[in-house]
Nanobody
Framework: QVQVVESGGGLVQPGGSLRLSCAASGSISSIYAMGWYRQAPGNQRAMVVMIAGGMTNYADSVKGRFTIARDNAKNTVYLQMDSLKPEDTAVYYC?????????????WGQGTQVTVSS
């Protein structure tokens, strides 16, 4: 079994910054990819950024503002969010995909709320 735990959400004013963390633990042999999705009220869950091997894929809406970093030794990823906008308000979910990248090898965290408001 794999556990995925996020932290770091909260309330921030527009233009501010937040840093999210996500740690995976448990029966982990090899991680294929880690990253973040988000879901705003009334919307579907959407990818924010994923990192796999040496490749990183950002959603267009966050390019230049969000930065992901991965610590392979700790099975942890961090999401630095700068220049936050009200439209970034959502529940942010960490996504972990183990080798091989099959549906049964995909795990989610419980989600952490990010609210951008003055």
């Amino acid at each position: 079994q794999v556990q995925v735990v996020e932290s770091g959400g909260g309330l921030v004013q527009p233009g501010g910054s937040l840093r999210l963390s996500c740690a995976a633990s448990g029966s982990i042999s090899s991680i294929y990819a880690m990253g973040w999705y988000r879901q705003a009220p009334g919307n579907q869950r959407a990818m924010v950024v994923m990192i796999a091997g040496g490749m990183t894929n950002y959603a267009d809406s966050v390019k230049g503002r969000f930065t992901i970093a991965r610590d392979n030794a700790k099975n942890t990823v961090y999401l630095q969010m700068d220049s936050l906008k009200p439209e970034d308000t959502a529940v942010y979910y960490c996504n972990v995909v183990l080798h091989p990248p099959l549906p049964q090898n995909e795990y989610w965290g419980q989600g952490t709320q990010v609210t951008v408001s003055s």
